[in-house]
Nanobody, 119 residues
Framework: VQLQASGGGVVQAGGSLRLSCAASGRTFSGYTVAWFRQAPGEEREIVASVNQNSGSTSYRDSVKGRFTISRDNAENTVYLQMNSLKPGDTAVYYC?????????????WGQGTQVTVSS
């Protein structure tokens, strides 16, 4: 499966952005899809994930209540709605997917999209 991430940009603190992760080559059906981010000099960290079958979601504590991960199965796309953005959210954001039946690792990655939050 090929992933295409988009939607990054520059926004002031308190603003919003919506990232999109579109899949091609196959559907997301049965996959777990996640958003990761990596700030300069920092390790990559998982931000949010969604199970494509159950719809269950999870978030890192620092984004709970501000970010929402959602899916559009018809469009084969996963979104990350980011509200109340903070300068600490500045990072390159990546979407990734894994088939939980065969792997605990995220085997498929999209290219990153830059999110910059100015104070």
């Amino acid at each position: 499966v090929q992933l295409q991430a988009s939607g990054g940009g520059v926004v002031q603190a308190g603003g919003s952005l919506r990232l999109s992760c579109a899949a091609s080559g196959r559907t997301f059906s049965g996959y777990t899809v996640a958003w990761f981010r990596q700030a300069p000099g920092e390790e990559r960290e998982i931000v949010a994930s969604v199970n494509q079958n159950s719809g269950s979601t999870s978030y890192r504590d620092s984004v709970k209540g501000r970010f929402t991960i959602s899916r559009d199965n018809a469009e084969n796309t996963v979104y990350l709605q980011m509200n109340s953005l903070k300068p600490g959210d500045t990072a390159v954001y990546y979407c990734a997917a894994r088939n939980p039946v065969v792997s605990n690792l995220f085997d498929y990655w999209g290219q990153g999209t830059q999110v910059t939050v100015s104070s």
